[in-house]
Antibody
């Protein structure tokens, strides 16, 4: 059974940084791309970014709203994907989800809440 | 970026009703569309992929149709557990994905 568990959320001040983790199990993590999404309180879903598997270069793509501030990385030896969030803004407040692969989204984590507030 | 417009944004319906939600893409996306159901405090759940393929384990009262720019999610007979918010999502521009704004289905 595929399991994805996000962690690392919390309350952070504007301008500060936070790193989220997505710990995976139930599949060969290194074979898959991973994506991050977010959902602001009471709002819809937004794609944040994506990291390819090492077989496809391990390269990343980002939404315009986070490009230059957020960085996705992966540690295949630990089956973890990371979302490093810098220069956080109040509008980054959201529940952040990770998913396996990036097209048809069958497997989601439970989400972790990030609150950016002074 | 491809925009998806869902309508209506909310609707009220009774158990047993037939419910239809539409999703329009700003440009043609072939059949690269999925539908998700989300309940409060939970992650989205995949219902339909490739516009009309029913995900394994999803009740057959859910169906999807369309291609190009116009798509529809239909619930043939609304059940109590179907009250939720529904989102369409395109993956034609994978890995850059976009979602519709959501349709909240409420109890009449």
């Amino acid at each position: 059974e595929v399991q994805l568990v996000e962690s690392g959320g919390g309350l952070v001040q504007p301008g500060r940084s936070l790193r989220l983790s997505c710990t995976a199990s139930g599949f060969t993590f290194g074979d898959y791309a991973m994506s991050w999404f977010r959902q602001a309180p009471g709002k819809g879903l937004e794609w944040v970014g994506f990291i390819r598997s090492k077989a496809y270069g391990g390269t990343t793509e980002y939404a315009a709203s986070v490009k230059g501030r957020f960085t996705i990385s992966r540690d295949d030896s630990k089956s973890i994907a990371y979302l490093q969030m810098n220069s956080l803004k109040t509008e980054d407040t959201a529940v952040y989800y990770c998913t396996r692969d990036g097209g048809i989204l069958r497997d989601w984590g439970q989400g972790t809440l990030v609150t950016v507030s002074s | 970026a491809i925009q998806l417009t869902q309508s209506p944004s909310s609707l009220s319906a009774s158990v047993g009703d037939r419910v239809t939600i539409t999703c329009r893409a700003s440009q043609g996306i072939s059949s690269a569309l999925a539908w998700y159901q989300q309940k409060p405090g939970k992650a989205p759940k995949l219902l339909i992929y490739d516009a009309s393929s029913l995900e394994s384990g999803v009740p057959s009262r859910f169906s999807g149709s369309g291609s190009g720019t116009d798509f529809t999610l239909t619930i043939s007979s609304l059940q109590p557990e179907d009250f939720a918010t529904y989102y369409c999502q395109q993956f034609n521009s994978y890995p850059l994905l976009t979602f519709g704004g959501g349709t909240k289905v409420e109890i009449k």
